[in-house]
């Protein structure tokens, strides 16, 4: 346990120095300590405003989306479940694709946008999913998250489809998902907004391993059912859609990283969620490098590159799990 600890703090300082050293401009590591530790070096703008910010957002933002995915698997007890598949990617991105077709492609307005739709598809898809007056019913849940999803899909196609060249361009690149805006501000709204519903989840580690038995079980141990399957989902929505306002959509995050830390570090949520945080951050961090690096100076979208690791990935672990 303990090389593995050490393995995985190298990674993250790994990740960190790829994301900080990757970008159009070349740094050597000399530059990138100097710009660090010197205000007035050459090297300081390019590393303290710009490739720092974006590296911690990206790691903030991929650490929550893996945690998302692994809370979300246990409370729905199914293994490809991830934040994306209960409509709120739908959801957000038809917020931000309404907001750049009306000519608001701020900086402001279309985070709040795609905010606002993430958190209507979220009520939406919460209130499909109660039975019987008050009881979340989570194969409903699923349901209803896949529904509202396609629906906010089809809607969010019909309005790209009416939309001119210029809009047409800036809808595809926010719904691909980047760090291009990434800033110190922009990293505080996520870190405000994120530090609850993490901290919640946290706390319902115990109940989601008792979820993941079955909710019979879970019942009988003393999980308070109703409440912690609320808990999970307003928070793992929440997570997702201040993500999502503030990158764009990434996917693959959440349901590649959970799988992975469960097979070397075990199914007990209170390890599980920590390290799945701390993988997902730096796998997002490496994602974001490449994005940058491969075809310099252009920068692909983050969501692209998380999609052709990830399904690779996945496929293989999918495999090793059913062998």
Request: hydrophobic letters at 55%; a positive charge; glycine letters at 12%.
């Amino acid at each position: 346990m303990r090389s593995r600890a050490l393995w995985l703090g190298g990674a993250i300082l790994a990740a960190f120095a790829v994301g900080i050293l990757a970008g159009a401009v070349s740094l050597r590591p000399s530059e990138v300590w100097d710009g660090l530790v010197n205000p007035a070096s050459p090297s300081a703008s390019i590393v303290r405003e710009l490739r720092l910010p974006r590296a911690l957002l990206a790691f903030a933002v991929g650490g929550s989306l893996g945690v998302c995915g692994g809370a979300l698997q246990a409370m729905i007890r199914n293994p490809l479940a991830d934040p994306y598949l209960l409509g709120l990617s739908g959801g957000s991105g038809l917020g931000a694709v309404v907001a750049i077709s009306l000519g608001g492609g701020g900086r402001l307005s279309v985070p709040l946008a795609a905010f606002a739709g993430a958190m209507l598809a979220i009520a939406l898809v919460y209130r499909l999913s109660l039975v019987e007056g008050r009881r979340m019913d989570v194969r409903v849940l699923l349901l209803a998250g896949v529904v509202v999803g396609a629906f906010a899909v089809a809607v969010m196609s019909a309005v790209i489809a009416l939309s001119d060249s210029s809009q047409l361009r800036n809808a595809f690149l926010w719904l691909l998902g980047g760090f291009g805006g990434a800033s110190w501000q922009g990293l505080g709204t996520f870190a405000l907004y994120a530090t609850i519903p993490l901290a919640l989840l946290f706390a319902n580690a115990r109940a989601l391993d008792l979820l993941a038995l079955g909710e019979d079980s879970a019942q009988h141990l003393g999980v308070e059912l109703e409440r912690t399957k609320r808990v999970v989902y307003l928070s793992t929505g929440l997570l997702t859609a201040v993500g999502v306002a503030t990158c764009g959509i990434i996917g693959f995050v959440g349901l590649v990283v959970p799988h992975a830390v469960r097979r070397l570090w075990g199914p007990l949520h209170r390890t599980l969620l920590p390290i799945t945080f701390l993988v997902g951050g730096a796998f997002l961090v490496l994602a974001d490098a490449l994005a940058r690096t491969v075809v310099r100076p252009l920068e692909l979208p983050v969501g692209v590159v998380t999609a052709l690791v990830g399904v690779p990935l996945f496929a293989l672990l999918l495999r090793r799990t059913l062998a």
